[in-house]
């Protein structure tokens, strides 16, 4: 009994360490989270952006408490609050640009991360509930990232709210109800505001939070997935870890690192020296106060939502349009369900899949680009022909990876130059 007590007071560690592990875990924490999880040892680049997604949000957070503190909620003054910091609040451009264009930088890496998923498999049993976790998450995030354009009341940020919406009247008996309520008034104005400034700034941010604490926490129970979709969990030597993996810590974190450092080159770059990214980030209009009067031409929402708002203006009738973009959303998911092949990474699974990943990637960046552009005839054409090749890969998926000739997989992780 002694020999353990004398054991437990060195895993405490002592003097201040020794204090703190009595009454928090901290080293039980360290212990079973970094030094003792077993990640697979053979990830690649695509798995940089899982904790860039975390990078960011806090990022976002942290920029985003020090720009309450001079943003001035209303009709009257948003958009003088936000010149103002910008103009006048000592390293206010710098906080400002920050959150402005990490809004954008969030959903490159986040499109990335959940394009690793559909590489490798990784919505697969038995990482469900880890997907769905991650899917809504990004509801939120888009939730989130929409409150946030409208505050700084430009001219495309009023009205790029007035028609996003305006989506929500298509909604058959409480759809112009709906409308109302979220307005908080018969148009977008003070209360719109009010209501979005209380929203993104305590609401969303705490829901976001507790899903990504959710998220984490499945990513720990069922491990992590890896290129060649092998459960490294299910071959253990001796000593009970897994003979594919290797701790978190170092050699994980340290990899992070360097792909945070990297990261942060190209994100440095932008914020002083492209901070607009050619109006993708930030667009000219913006630059404008809300005007009623002045029409931005074309109207179009931040370019991580085009390819959504394409869909929605491929198809006449208001109602089946709105009726798409949320299937459009919705349809990943299914994704765990939709999927029948044996296998899980890209590597491993026949042309069929390919050819259709191809497709459904084509598709989705092309839909980005039409949403960005008028809405003439030709474009519109052009996002129905796409907007054909994006649901497809799902509607056609129980098939496709049915009929898909697969290749057998190893038993073990390999490595790819």
């Known amino acids: 009994m002694a020999s353990n007590d004398a054991a437990s007071q060195v895993n405490q560690g002592a003097g201040f360490m020794g204090w703190l592990n009595k009454r928090l875990p901290v080293n039980k924490f360290i212990s079973d989270q970094l030094l003792e999880y077993y990640a697979p040892k053979n990830f690649n680049v695509w798995y940089f952006f899982g904790s860039l997604a975390l990078l960011v949000l806090v990022m976002q957070l942290v920029s985003g408490i020090f720009l309450t503190m001079f943003y001035k909620v209303g009709d009257t003054t948003a958009f ?107 148009g977008v104005a003070d209360a719109t505001l009010n209501r979005f400034f209380s929203l993104h700034v305590v609401a969303i941010p705490l829901i976001l939070l507790l899903l990504v604490a959710l998220h984490l926490v499945a990513l720990r129970q069922v491990g992590s997935n890896n290129p ?25 974190t340290v990899k992070d690192i360097v792909g945070v450092g990297f990261f942060l080159t190209l994100f440095a770059v932008v914020v002083f020296f492209v901070p607009t990214f050619g109006g993708l980030f930030m667009e000219e209009a913006n630059f404008e106060p809300a005007n009623p009067l002045s029409t931005p031409e074309p109207i179009a929402p931040s370019w991580y939502f085009t390819p959504y708002y394409a869909i929605l203006r491929a198809v006449p009738n208001q109602r089946i349009g709105a009726l798409l973009l949320l299937l459009a959303v919705l349809a990943f998911f299914f994704l765990p369900w939709l999927d029948r092949s044996p296998v ?43 907007a054909i090749g994006y649901f497809s890969f799902f509607v056609l998926m129980p098939l496709y990876t049915k009929w898909d000739r697969v290749k057998s997989v190893p038993k073990r992780v390999s490595f790819h130059e």
């Open 80 to 186: 003088e609050s936000v010149e103002f910091i910008r103009r006048e609040v000592s390293y206010g451009w710098l906080i400002q640009s920050l959150h402005a264009i990490g809004a954008s930088a969030f959903f490159v890496v986040v499109y990335l991360h959940m394009y690793r998923a559909l590489m490798y498999g990784s919505y697969k049993a038995p990482r469900e509930l880890l997907w769905l976790f991650g899917m809504f998450i990004y509801l939120a995030l888009m939730a989130e990232a929409f409150m946030g354009y409208v505050l700084p009341w430009g001219n495309m940020s009023y009205w790029a709210a007035t028609v996003i919406i305006n989506i929500f009247s298509t909604i058959p008996v409480i759809g112009p109800g709906l409308v109302e309520w979220i307005r908080g008034d018969y």
């Open 344 to 386: 899980k990474s890209v590597r491993y699974r026949g042309l069929w899949f390919k050819g259709m990943l191809a497709v459904f990637t084509v598709s989705f960046l092309a839909l980005m680009y039409l949403g960005l552009k008028p809405a003439s005839a030709s474009y519109v054409n052009a996002a129905r022909v796409f």
């Open 228 to 252: 060649d979709g092998i459960e490294i969990k299910e071959n253990k030597g001796s000593d009970g870890k897994p003979v594919d993996g290797i701790p978190f810590h170092p050699y994980y």
